[in-house]
């Protein structure tokens, strides 16, 4: 296909407008003759345009949604993946403060550990000898958000004036001799009812 014939109107075959390269204008200077009369698209050619230019949009456009489609699924999978870690890290943390206890130092003396949380004490009875002092340590399991006690807990006897109160997640101690054999109560007063509450209470024996 010649030059000449791309600007001859009407031409059956001839590309579409818009493919055409840009004319050249040299090819008719100085020879008036060979001047290149503006071309009139045919009804057909501009059904062509028309029709390529709708194509090529039209694929633009579903090119455009999928590359926004696969951005999306992208970001949906990193958010997903950040709150999975954060949660699984949240969890793995409150579970490793909720088992994880660290052992109390050792004490001098005659030391009965005790630990408490709202489920009771984990000793029901404490057996003491007469007039020999005894340690007790009391520790409590529970942390300060329980809204009951506060996390606190205690373990007093009234007849022999002892009165623990551990603080959340931590140890009170106090060191007593019991100078008389018997039974005693000890008790927690703090927590979830109290003194009424049979699982914070426990027996203290005394024996000669
Ligand atoms: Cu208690």
Redesign the pocket.
Known sequence: MTWRARVLPGKARRKPRILRPLQSRKRWQGNPRRRPRPHIATAGEEAADRARREFVMQRRTREQRDRDHRRERRMRAVAFASVSVLVLGAAGFLLFQAFWKPNLPRMAGNVIDIS???G?FTRKEVRVKAGQPVTVRLR?LDNSHHTD?GG???WAVDELDVNIIAPPLGSSSATFTADRPGTYTFY?????G?RA?PT?SGRLVVTG
């Open positions: 408490a949380d709202m009771g409590s006690g606190k807990h205690q927690c007063d703090i927590c979830c109290g509450n914070m």
